[in-house]
Every structure is written in C-alpha cells, then in structure tokens.
C-alpha cells in the first residue's frame, strides 16, 4: 500500500512553513540519490543535466546536490571502480556531495580518490577520524541565494561499515579508524546533526536542508539511523533530503523536536526521478518528484558515449545462451533474491564452489553467496561478461576458510534475521540447504556497529544439511565465499574461529563468468528455485 500510495503521491508538491527569511526568486535544490551507475536510463543525467538547465531559465538560484550510492551498481561503475561517474558528475558541474555506503566499496584508497577529484568536495557531519576525533570532512555548506543563506548538512548512514566492506574503516590490526556516530540509540547521530545545524544558524543560515544517505522504512536496520527518527529529534531544520532505501519519497511530515513541521523526501534509484526542494518567494519549502524531462543535453549524451565506447569490446565477450530470465529483482524492480531463493541466487554460489577447483585446496564442501552482492536480472538470450559484471559489480575477492558448523548455524541465522523482509546479509547456497521460520521471532544480537554477536532465543534456522546430511555443529567444513563476507564482516557476518585456507585468489565476476563459460546453454535447473533455502512466512 505505501509504494502504492508513493506512485499516486509522484508528482504531489509539499509545502512546510520556513524558519528563515524570503527569497527574491524561487530557490531550486535539484537532488540526486542512489543513481546506482544507471548514467543513462530513465530520465538519466543527460536528461538532468538538460531540466537543470530549464530551471536556470526561470531562476538564478539553482544548485545541484548528490545523496550518495553513484560509484556503485553498473558495469560502467565496476569496470573503472566509479572513475567514470564523478568524470560526468564534474562535467555536470555537481554543488555538493555525500557518500553513501556504496562509495566506499572500492576501499579506502579510491574513496580518496573520490574526496579529491569530484570537483564538488563531500559533507559529512559525522565520518568521523576515531583515532582523533575530528571530522574529515566539513559538516555543512552555506550557499548565498541574494539575501538569503541556505545551509546543507551532510549525513552518512553509519550502515556503511556493514553495508560495504567493514575492514575499509579499519586499520592492519581489525580496529577501527573510521565510525561515522552510531551506536544504536542514535544520540551520537542526533547530536552531530544537531551541533552541523545550529553552528550554520549560527553562523547566519536562514533555512537548514539536510542531505543524508539515511533511508526511512525500506530495508534498514537500526531504525535510530533513519531520516524520519532523526527528523523528529532534531530542531531548525526545514527538509531532509534522503537516499539509501530507493523509495519513492515526494515529501513525508513530521513534527521536530520543536513541534515544527519538517519534511523528508527521496527520489527513488537510478534516476526514475529527479528530487525538486523549492524555497519559494512567499517562504514556503515545497518538495517534489520530477518523472519526466522534454529533451537531453547533447554534452552529457556525448560524454557517456565516449566513456562506454572505452570498454565496450571487453564487456562484448561471449560466455554463454539462457533460454530463461535470472532474476535478482521482479518486473517492478522490487529485489527478491533478498527474501527468498531464485535460479540466480543459485548460480552465483554455485559459481563459488566451481572456482574452488582450481585451486591448491582443490575442492570445498559449502559455496556461499550474501544476497546484497547480486544486483541486476540477466534476460533470456546471449550471456555477455557485461551481464556478469553486471551481477557482481562490486569487484570482491573469493576465498576459503575452514570454519565449524556451529560458526557457520549462526551466520546463517544472521542472515536470515531481518526475513520476511528483505536482508542483504541473507546467505544463498550451494552443496547445502537450509529452512527459516519468519513465524518465529529472531533472537539474533548485534553489537554496536551491527555485528554478529550471538543468539539468545529459540533460533528460526532449521533443518540444515550438507550434501544431504544435517550440519554438525562441531565438525570443520571449507566455505568458499567472497572475502567481503566471510573475512571482512561485511553484512555483519563474523564466522568466528574461521581459519584462512585460500585468500583472495579469484575476482567474484570473474569466477562467475568462467563458470558460465562452461556451458553452451545454461541448464534448466537454475530457471526455477531447487529448495535450498525454504522460507516459511
């Protein structure tokens, strides 16, 4: 019912009084969030580049702002880990910028890369340095609109350490260097977003627009880190602008921590929609969707068709032929490998299994995939290395432990915590199987920073087997996963006691396409789920 409502609410305008002073001219704020790669579909940043430059016609205060996720998501990201999207984002002459999780997955070395090169600069008020305390980048930005100053908060989601790879925020020794403020009951978020606030009023700000990399409802969680907590326990803030959870978000109230109205917006992902925040010449703040443009601006259109012909013979590579859809995501782009098992989920873990023989281990009992690093349908017809990467666009590393059966029970019910709703953390399989009972409330323990740290109830993953036979607890089996999930925490996975057998000896992609490579035709057997993840809802 909510998405329902969202589609009929796309193009509504939401109005909530100012704080501050009146503009002479409309003020438009043009947003971004979860572009995801997506550079040309939808309405695209061709077509984004072109409404920009329609706005300017009717207003001189126009700024354009980024809210995270667009290194990440598409081949064109993957293949030059997001070079390609900040050298359009530069050309597009982006205002300001906050990273999202996604734009740490390529590690910290090329996320400096990032903080150097687009010419816009990050925000954040609260990636914080935790070996000093202090920030790394400014909170907040104050843009001059005539008489008027409107100041931008930037807020990372402190998911990013288990919604990338968790050994990006730390140093050789597995402690943390980098936090963004957030243990779970949110007071250090709050208190950070709050001190960015009253420091820009401060300093003569007369509207407050937070851009958070946050979420509201979908798939998040610690719900003390999302945009409309932090919405309500905040004052003199007039609009979030938000990512993250790809909702279609034209404007959600609440009432602050004042009793103020104050309002929440998103646009969606890869640029279904463009997000409008409009400070109008009667002081009003109007939010709103734009779904369609009237043309595409011919430099961006030129740009991207140079960036894609540098890479457009590699990514051409046969593999192989599927008479049947592999699906990550149904028709309406809702994931589904998130909260169930499918013939793509399959095939990834089955690719994992297939890589471990070529190495010196020579074979291993259980290949593992976590749902989260699958991300795109491969059609029927020609498999390219394109719809490989394509699937793993994340460029992880494959390895393979040895670990007991019990480590392994337990992050199987990390995993499936979050079911009958979605959980990137979920774990697909090969050479075992395994049921959840969503009807029985997980008991499941995190610590701060969202990781595994036991199970204090009655578990809801049952009947575990392996080739056949069910798991024993204290019996060693070899797991060939990506790194991200079985070495570096990501997902909040720990699979403690694990020992190193083969470390990072293949690309996630790559082994995904030389095992695809193997067949002339896809077998049958992955059109349909086979039964080795059962979900009782």
């Given at each position: 019912?909510?998405?329902?409502?969202?589609?009929?609410?796309?193009?509504?305008?939401?109005?909530?009084?100012?704080?501050?002073?009146?503009?002479?001219?409309?003020?438009?704020?043009?947003?971004?969030?979860?572009?995801?790669?997506?550079?040309?579909?939808?309405?695209?940043?061709?077509?984004?580049?072109?409404?920009?430059?329609e706005?300017?016609?009717?207003?001189?205060?126009?700024?354009?702002?980024?809210?995270?996720?667009?290194?990440?998501?598409?081949?064109?990201?993957?293949?030059?880990?997001?070079?390609?999207?900040?050298?359009i984002?530069?050309a597009?002459?982006?205002?300001?910028?906050?990273?999202?999780?996604?734009?740490?997955?390529?590690?910290?070395?090329?996320?400096?890369?990032f903080?150097?090169?687009?010419?816009?600069?990050?925000?954040?008020?609260?990636?914080?340095?935790?070996?000093?305390?202090?920030?790394?980048?400014?909170?907040?930005?104050i843009?001059t609109?005539?008489?008027?100053?409107?100041?931008?908060?930037?807020?990372?989601?402190?998911?990013?350490?288990t919604?990338?790879?968790p050994?990006?925020?730390?140093?050789?020794?597995?402690?943390?260097?980098y936090?963004?403020?957030?243990?779970?009951?949110?007071k250090?978020?709050?208190?950070?977003?709050?001190?960015?606030?009253?420091?820009?009023?401060?300093?003569?700000?007369?509207?407050?627009?937070?851009?958070g990399?946050?979420?509201?409802?979908?798939?998040?969680?610690?719900?003390?880190?999302?945009?409309?907590?932090?919405?309500?326990?905040?004052?003199?803030?007039?609009?979030?602008?938000?990512?993250?959870?790809?909702?279609?978000?034209?404007?959600?109230?609440?009432?602050?921590?004042?009793?103020?109205?104050?309002?929440?917006?998103?646009?969606?992902?890869?640029?279904?929609?463009?997000?409008?925040?409009?400070i109008?010449?009667?002081?009003q703040?109007?939010?709103?969707?734009?779904?369609?443009?009237?043309?595409?601006?011919?430099?961006?259109?030129?740009?991207i068709?140079?960036?894609?012909?540098?890479?457009?013979?590699?990514?051409?590579?046969?593999?192989?032929?599927?008479?049947?859809?592999?699906?990550?995501?149904?028709?309406?782009?809702?994931?589904?490998?998130?909260?169930?098992e499918?013939?793509?989920?399959?095939?990834?873990?089955?690719?994992?299994?297939?890589?471990?023989?070529?190495?010196?281990?020579?074979?291993?009992d259980?290949?593992?995939?976590?749902?989260?690093?699958?991300?795109?349908?491969?059609?029927?017809?020609?498999?390219?290395?394109?719809d490989?990467?394509?699937?793993?666009p994340?460029?992880?590393?494959?390895?393979?432990?040895?670990?007991?059966?019990?480590?392994?029970?337990?992050?199987?019910?990390?995993?499936?915590?979050?079911?009958?709703?979605?959980?990137?953390?979920?774990?697909?399989?090969?050479?075992?199987?395994?049921?959840?009972?969503?009807?029985?409330?997980?008991?499941?323990?995190?610590?701060?920073?969202?990781?595994?740290?036991?199970?204090?109830?009655?578990?809801?993953?049952?009947?575990?087997?392996?080739?056949?036979?069910?798991?024993?607890?204290?019996?060693?089996?070899?797991?060939?996963?990506?790194?991200?999930?079985?070495?570096?925490?990501?997902?909040?996975?720990?699979?403690?006691?694990?020992?190193?057998?083969?470390?990072?000896?293949?690309?996630?992609?790559?082994?995904?396409?030389?095992?695809?490579?193997?067949?002339?035709?896809?077998p049958?057997?992955?059109?349909?789920?086979?039964?080795?993840?059962?979900?009782?809802?």
């Amino acid at each position: 019912m909510k998405k329902v409502l969202a589609l009929v609410l796309l193009l509504t305008a939401v109005c909530v009084p100012s704080f501050g002073a009146v503009p002479d001219k409309d003020i438009v704020i043009l947003y971004t969030n979860d572009v995801h790669c997506g550079v040309d579909q939808n309405i695209g940043y061709a077509g984004l580049e072109f409404y920009k430059h329609e706005m300017m016609k009717q207003t001189p205060y126009v700024t354009l702002v980024d809210a995270g996720d667009w290194a990440q998501g598409e081949t064109i990201g993957a293949i030059a880990q997001g070079r390609y999207i900040f050298e359009i984002m530069n050309a597009m002459n982006y205002d300001l910028a906050v990273p999202g999780n996604h734009e740490f997955d390529y590690g910290w070395s090329q996320f400096e890369n990032f903080a150097k090169n687009l010419k816009c600069g990050f925000i954040s008020c609260n990636l914080r340095d935790l070996r000093t305390g202090e920030l790394l980048f400014k909170p907040y930005r104050i843009f001059t609109y005539g008489a008027v100053k409107v100041a931008f908060v930037g807020v990372c989601t402190p998911e990013s350490i288990t919604k990338s790879t968790p050994s990006t925020f730390m140093d050789e020794s597995g402690k943390f260097i980098y936090g963004f403020d957030g243990e779970e009951a949110g007071k250090k978020l709050i208190a950070s977003i709050q001190k960015a606030a009253d420091d820009a009023r401060a300093e003569g700000a007369d509207y407050v627009i937070v851009v958070g990399h946050l979420g509201e409802y979908e798939d998040i969680t610690v719900v003390e880190w999302s945009a409309p907590f932090l919405a309500e326990r905040t004052r003199g803030i007039d609009a979030f602008i938000d990512g993250h959870s790809h909702e279609v978000t034209p404007g959600l109230h609440f009432k602050n921590a004042d009793g103020k109205d104050v309002v929440v917006t998103q646009s969606g992902t890869k640029l279904h929609n463009i997000g409008k925040v409009t400070i109008t010449t009667d002081g009003q703040v109007k939010t709103e969707l734009v779904a369609s443009v009237e043309g595409r601006d011919a430099k961006i259109t030129a740009l991207i068709s140079d960036i894609k012909a540098r890479f457009e013979g590699t990514l051409r590579q046969h593999l192989s032929y599927t008479s049947f859809d592999l699906r990550a995501m149904d028709d309406k782009g809702d994931w589904i490998i998130r909260n169930g098992e499918t013939g793509l989920c399959n095939l990834a873990a089955d690719s994992m299994l297939h890589s471990a023989l070529g190495t010196k281990t020579g074979k291993a009992d259980i290949g593992m995939f976590n749902a989260g690093g699958i991300r795109k349908n491969i059609k029927p017809g020609e498999i390219t290395f394109n719809d490989a990467l394509s699937v793993m666009p994340f460029n992880n590393t494959v390895c393979i432990i040895e670990v007991s059966g019990q480590s392994i029970l337990d992050e199987l019910e990390m995993g499936a915590r979050l079911l009958p709703a979605n959980s990137g953390g979920l774990l697909h399989v090969a050479g075992m199987s395994y049921t959840v009972d969503t009807r029985i409330p997980h008991s499941v323990k995190t610590d701060e920073n969202g990781f595994f740290a036991g199970v204090e109830g009655e578990r809801r993953v049952k009947d575990v087997k392996v080739t056949g036979e069910p798991i024993d607890p204290e019996k060693l089996y070899k797991v060939v996963s990506i790194s991200y999930v079985l070495m570096a925490k990501g997902d909040g996975h720990m699979f403690a006691g694990a020992r190193m057998i083969e470390p990072d000896y293949a690309v996630a992609s790559d082994a995904l396409a030389g095992y695809i490579k193997t067949f002339g035709r896809l077998p049958e057997r992955y059109a349909q789920p086979e039964g080795r993840l059962t979900v009782i809802k």
